[in-house]
Nanobody
Framework: VQLQASGGGLVQAGESLRLSCTVSRRIFSANSRAWFRQAPGKQRELVAY???????NVVAPMKDRFTISRDFAKNTLYLQMNNLKPEDTAVYYC???????????????WGQGTLVTVSS
């Protein structure tokens, strides 16, 4: 299984980007999807997830600016990021995982990461 992320780049504060992640095939044991990010010198953190039945959640610091969605037919995951801030600078990774009892559990299916750099 391959997860291919794209869409990162260099933008100025206040601008928008849309990340995409295409999964090569359906993963029956890990049918929820998520975006994580890792800033320099920091741990990887969850940004947003979407479950197999379409429920979504964006973590609090990004809730009003980011939107996660998925196209089941295209097996593609998206992250729309608006009003980007310098603190959003990070490598963004897509993941396939499970949604269990209200929590997203990442499985060992990761994209290669796409770099988002936001200048002030």
């Amino acid at each position: 299984v391959q997860l291919q992320a794209s869409g990162g780049g260099l933008v100025q504060a206040g601008e928008s980007l849309r990340l995409s992640c295409t999964v090569s095939r359906r993963i029956f044991s890990a049918n929820s999807r998520a975006w994580f990010r890792q800033a320099p010198g920091k741990q990887r953190e969850l940004v947003a997830y979407v479950t197999s039945d379409g429920r979504t959640n964006v973590v609090a610091p990004m809730k009003d600016r980011f939107t996660i969605s998925r196209d089941f037919a295209k097996n593609t995951l998206y992250l729309q990021m608006n009003n980007l801030k310098p603190e959003d600078t990070a490598v963004y990774y897509c993941n396939a995982g499970r949604y269990v009892y209200g929590s997203y559990i990442p499985e060992d299916y990761w994209g290669q990461g796409t770099l988002v750099t936001v200048s002030s």
